[in-house]
């Protein structure tokens, strides 16, 4: 079970990022709990400079910009076969 | 693990610089400046010619300087947002934070300003950024030259007062822009506001690891130059027709000089009450510009004009109200109140001298 959170206050930026992650998952078929986390000090415990903040299993794989569809798939199958 | 992501960077990114890269910019470049030059005398074309309009008339000339703005913003803004978002992949808020933390304060205020520019920032993320800096030791007054110069002394005000008022006005609004940000952070540091800072804020114990860096090659820049357009530009460019609209309008139907008798060089109240109207209104640079560059035209004065649209971009409500999220009330009276002093004194200083 993976377990993906969106780090950021809720602009547009985070909305995009949530939904591409969520895409990158249906695409794998991932069984993924999706956290959306928008408190200042719960963000700030990832060490995540700028949002958006992608955390996957609680690693931070990507802060302050908007990955591509391809880069978070690559990053959950790495995850998931490792 | 980091440090050899470095290595592969530094030694990766001069080599992997596709020849194709330096074929293409300068022809890219050339058509860029060949269609540029075309708009005046198409705009021309347009109106006076198959449209019909006379020169010289009410609506032909607001018509003409509005196809004529309009193309040709956009065209600048596109160009140097590619340039710049290609800049901004070599800095990162994390590297940008390892290069100020520590630094003494007057050389930080001066380098945290420049950072400012070309240090990837959106305001949503004002507050992990401020807290992030604190935290790692970044001055309290450092921090807010960061801060003050990231939204003032964007590209985007930069190009925009380039193409419609010039390259003096531009860098005129650049340089002060920067030495406002560098004394107000200055000021703010010797004030010595440090306990205005949230609790909760100073409680924070950040871990020392930060996100890995990624080694990107020269086509992931350039990709990331094409995204800065396709955001930035898709996102402002109902702003910048809609403030040359108003702008054309202005161009067209307001008299000349309409505007000397409350925003001209003899009103000196005008500044202070331009940077107090600034204030809650808040639109970005690119809104902004065209609506200055019309004032202008009928007789407002260039420093009443400059600091009006300074106090809209760098004084903005939803900033200070996100802000207060890490800063009490008093801290944020004294940001206001020291960016706001030093933007009227900028009104005034051009006023006198220009």
Redesign the interface.
């Known amino acids: 079970m993976l377990t993906i959170k969106v780090l950021?206050?809720?602009?547009a930026?985070?909305k995009k990022l949530d939904a591409i992650a969520r895409e990158a998952a249906a695409n794998l078929q991932l069984d993924a709990e999706f956290i959306k986390v928008s408190d200042?000090?719960e963000?700030?415990?990832y060490?995540?400079?700028?949002?958006p903040g992608l955390v996957i299993n609680d690693k931070?794989?990507?802060?302050?910009?908007i990955p591509t569809l391809a880069e978070v798939t690559k990053w959950l199958t790495a995850i998931t076969n490792g | 693990m980091t440090s050899d992501h470095f290595k592969k960077e530094s030694a990766g990114n001069a080599s992997s610089l596709p020849i194709k890269y330096f074929l293409l910019a300068p022809l890219g470049v050339a058509a860029w400046w060949l269609l540029y030059r075309q708009l005046d005398p198409f705009s021309r074309l347009l109106t006076f010619d198959l449209i019909g309009l006379a020169p010289g008339s009410h609506l032909g000339d607001a018509l003409q300087f509005f196809l004529y703005d309009t193309p040709k913003v956009l065209m600048l803004l596109t160009l140097v947002v590619f340039g710049v978002g290609i800049i901004r992949s070599f800095f990162t808020p994390e590297r940008t934070r390892k290069i100020l933390a520590g630094r003494r304060e007057s050389v930080g205020n001066v380098l945290a300003a420049h950072l400012g520019i070309v240090t990837p920032f959106c305001s949503c993320s004002a507050v992990p950024l401020f807290i992030g800096f604190v935290t790692a030791g970044v001055p309290l007054g450092v921090t807010f030259s960061f801060l003050i110069a990231a939204p003032m002394v964007n590209e985007i005000a930069v190009i925009l007062l380039f193409g419609l008022l010039g390259w003096k006005v531009a860098a005129l609004y650049m340089a002060t822009g920067l030495v406002i940000a560098i004394v107000a952070g200055w000021v703010i540091g010797r004030l010595g506001m440090e306990m205005y800072i949230e609790d909760w804020v100073r409680e924070i114990r950040m871990s020392a690891d930060t996100p890995e860096e990624i080694s990107l090659s020269w086509p992931d820049r350039v990709r990331m130059g094409a995204e800065a357009v396709r955001d930035i530009v898709g996102k402002v460019w109902p702003y910048v027709v809609g403030g040359i609209a108003v702008g054309a309008g202005i161009h067209g139907y307001v008299p000349e000089g309409f505007l000397a008798g409350i925003m001209g060089k003899d009103a000196w109240w005008s500044v202070p009450v331009a940077v107090a109207i600034g204030i809650p209104l808040y639109s970005n640079a690119a809104g902004i510009v065209p609506v200055v560059h019309a004032l202008i035209e009928k007789g407002a004065a260039l420093g009443t004009v400059l600091a009006f649209m300074m106090s809209v971009i760098a004084l903005s409500l939803p900033e200070m109200v996100i802000l207060r999220k890490v800063l009490k009330l008093r801290l944020i009276a004294v940001f206001a109140a020291v960016v706001g002093l030093g933007i009227i004194t900028v009104g005034y200083l051009f006023n006198l001298l220009i």
């Open positions: 950021g206050p809720g602009c930026n985070c200042f000090a963000i700030m415990a060490s995540v400079l700028s949002t931070v794989v990507c802060a302050g910009r």
